[in-house]
Every structure is written in C-alpha cells, then in structure tokens.
C-alpha cells in the first residue's frame, strides 16, 4: 500500500512562504493524481492545488498565483510552494494521492491515501 509522509509546515508571518513536501512509499501502484488539501478548524476539507498524472495542475481560486505544486517523479514527492501567504491560509495541509487499482487489466477503482497532516499557521 501507499505511505504518504509530509513535512514542511510550521509558522510563518503574513506574506512570508513555506514549502510543504510529500513523500510517498511503497511499490506496484501508480497514481493518478496527486495533491494537497487543506482544513481549518470549524471548516471543511478544501481541494487547494493538485496534479495529474501527465502534469496538469489544477489550483482553488484563493490560492492562484500564490501557490505552486510540482512534483519530482524519481522521489515519488510531490511539492507545495507556497509564497504570500494570509492568515486565511493557516489550516491543516493534508496530501493525497489517488490510486487506481485494476482487475484483470480492467480499472476497478481508485483509493484514496492521506498523508498525516502539517499544520501551517500564518500570524503576525
């Protein structure tokens, strides 16, 4: 199975940048997308920027311009960089990947896999 490992999030000030990176382990899967989400207490989970296997990105409108993922194949590790950052921004950040699975050379379904979060917190 997959094994996302995140890291890089801590505190900043408002306008300053972190970058969020995350692993992922394990053999015999591919994905099909990959990304990162976010949560802020009292809110819901948020889609906030993710690529597609092929290199599509895709970016929530709050974070265009702001924000950039990438990713490096040959570690498996996807990135976020994350630059003027708000104090809307701070939030749990959650990676995921989404695994097809297939039966018979057919696909079945994907599965989603979850990092274990890293809290980013923008304040002054």
């Known amino acids: 199975q997959v094994q996302l490992v995140e890291s890089g999030g801590g505190l900043v000030q408002p306008g300053g940048s972190l970058r969020l990176s995350c692993a992922a382990s394990g053999s015999g899967f591919s994905f099909n997308a990959m990304g990162w989400y976010r949560q802020a207490p009292g809110k819901e989970r948020e889609l906030v920027a993710s690529?597609?296997?092929?290199?599509?990105?895709n970016y929530a409108d709050s974070v265009k311009d702001r924000f950039t993922i990438s990713g490096d194949s040959a570690k498996n590790t996807v990135y976020l960089q994350m630059n003027s950052l708000k104090p809307e921004d701070t939030a749990v950040y959650y990676c995921?990947?989404?695994?097809?699975?297939?039966?018979?050379?057919?696909?079945?379904?994907?599965?989603?896999?979850w990092g274990q979060g890293t809290q980013v917190t923008v304040s002054s």
């Open positions: 995921y990947a989404d695994v097809p699975t297939y039966y018979s050379g057919t696909y079945y379904r994907s599965y989603d896999y």
């Open positions: 690529v597609i296997n092929g290199g599509s990105t």
